[in-house]
């Protein structure tokens, strides 16, 4: 019996036959099935809570992969919570998956009709140097047929929504993906879709799509109102690719 917290990553390899039992509070097994090891199996997991973890991958002593999160699947590594938060940093971006997503549910914001907007960072930190970002997103309103974007070719964050009001029942909510693990060999970039109530509660929509311009080592991100705070939950997902 050992003790993990919150947010670990760890592998076992097991020395003969035991009974994993498939538990939904504190310990959750792929399709909820029971499994018994073997000597020599190796099972992954993440602690989404002290003493509470998810089995994401499990292997057998001669490399057949036996149970796993499924094909493509997402699987859950962490939700940060901000209440009218400068900014939220989440972390837990490395070379596991190839493909990070992040669900921004029930965004308010401080600041009327200001736009949000992302960072890259390393173990060194957030990057927020100047000229170091480019961005497009494009945005369209209930009630306006026009399609407006805005986009920079040197920019210090990548911004991802626009115009979002912050009265009673305003606010918004996007998806967001971190394309690449990150130790990927080129730029880091990320894309997504966002639907929000704007300043006169009108329904906005958009897609964005943005890069580092240099390579980095992605192990965190910022996701941040420009002018103003945010509050709202922000979760984590890795997708496997196989």
Not at 81 to 94: K, N, P
Not at 106 to 112: K, L, R, Y
Not at 193 to 205: D, F, K, M, P, R
Request: charged share 10%; with cysteine.
């Amino acid at each position: 019996a050992f003790t993990v917290v919150a947010g670990r990553r760890f592998t076992i390899q097991f020395d003969g036959a035991l009974t994993m039992t498939h538990h939904a509070t504190n310990l959750d097994l792929p399709g909820g099935a029971n499994i018994t090891t073997a000597a020599g199996d190796v099972a992954e997991f993440f602690a989404t809570g002290t003493n509470t973890v998810q089995c994401v991958n499990y292997t057998k002593a001669d490399g057949t992969a036996v149970v796993a999160a499924g094909g493509g699947a997402w699987n859950f590594i962490s939700t940060t919570v901000a209440s009218t938060s400068s900014g939220v940093t989440i972390t837990g971006l490395d070379s596991t998956y190839d493909h990070y997503a992040v669900v921004m549910s029930d965004m308010t914001v401080s600041a009327d009709g200001n736009g949000c907007s992302m960072r890259f960072g390393d173990s060194g930190g957030i990057d927020s140097g100047s000229g170091n970002y480019s961005y497009k997103y494009g945005r369209a309103v209930d009630g306006d047929g026009n399609y407006a974007a805005s986009n920079s070719a040197s920019a210090t964050y990548i911004e991802f929504t626009a115009g979002i009001g912050n009265a009673t029942g305003e606010g918004f909510s996007a998806i967001m993906y971190i394309g690449g693990p990150g130790d990927k060999t080129g730029r880091p970039f990320v894309h997504g879709t966002y639907v929000g109530l704007g300043t006169a509660s009108a329904v906005a929509q958009g897609s964005f799509a943005g890069q580092r311009t240099a390579v980095i080592t992605v192990d965190r991100i910022l996701i941040q109102q420009n002018s103003g705070n945010i509050s709202g939950r922000l979760s984590l997902y890795g997708i496997a690719h196989a």
